[in-house]
């Protein structure tokens, strides 16, 4: 079975330092990987996702993330946040791009 | 383009109570999910539909709730009756893939209904 941990629960940063997201996945074989984000009473929103080829991903609001094989890591990293980017992140894997396994989120809290 | 509607947006009943929730996917979208977003975890999938056929429903608490997507559009989840553990918010998404698919296929996800069980 698949699992995704995402150690940090919250993170809090100031405006314009940089920040990295800690996700690390369990599986034996290939997957495709992804992380959402979810504002305050939203919906979630891809952010980028990992299917195959490069193993750096860029993604929406200057967000990107790396995969390691060796290490079953997804991080996700951004240079420097803005207030707008404190939401709760989710890493998701997935075999067969069907069913999606989740990690419990982190809460990114952006101070000013 | 219009997103993946749901309603309502909150709902709050007693236990033993059967409540109703209404997803409509983006047009044209032939893969249908509803997850179950309990407060501090990640979403988790319910069920999946592809058209009107059921992919997937081996999360869904079957003794309670059960799910329809009568003519491939719009879907409907309801839990009957409902118990303290199922407060949480329930997401839908939707995504292009058809029937035969390969690959990945983004998922669009909906505002949710957030549902509180007294």
């Known amino acids: 079975a698949q699992s995704v941990t995402q150690l940090d629960s919250q993170v809090p940063v100031f405006e314009e330092a940089p920040v990295e997201l800690r996700c690390n996945y369990s599986?034996?074989?290939?997957?495709?990987l992804f992380w959402y984000v979810q504002y305050p009473n939203q919906g979630l929103q891809l952010l980028l996702k990992?299917?195959?080829?490069?193993?750096l991903v860029k993604g929406i609001n200057g967000f990107e993330a790396e995969f390691n094989k060796s290490q079953t890591s997804f991080h996700l990293r951004k240079p420097s946040v803005h207030i707008s980017d404190t939401a709760e992140y989710f890493c998701a894997v997935s075999l067969t791009g069907n069913q999606f396994y989740f990690g419990t989120g982190t809460s990114l809290t952006v101070i000013p | 383009e219009a997103g993946v509607a749901q309603s309502p947006r909150y709902k709050i009943i007693e236990k033993r109570q059967s409540v109703a929730f209404w997803c409509n996917p983006i047009?044209?979208?032939?893969?249908l999910y509803w997850y179950q977003q309990i407060l501090g975890q990640g979403p988790k999938l319910l069920i999946q539909f592809q058209n009107n056929g059921v992919v997937d429903d081996s999360q869904l608490p079957k003794d309670r709730f059960s799910a329809e997507r009568l003519k491939g559009v719009d879907s409907t989840l309801k839990i009957q009756p409902a118990k303290l553990e199922d407060s949480a918010v329930y997401l839908c998404a939707s995504s292009l893939r058809s029937a035969g698919g390969r690959g990945t296929d983004t998922q669009y996800f909906g505002p949710g209904t957030r549902l509180t069980v007294l």
């Open positions: 990992y299917l195959s080829g490069s193993t």
């Open positions: 047009s044209g979208h032939a893969t």
């Open positions: 599986s034996s074989v290939s997957v495709y």
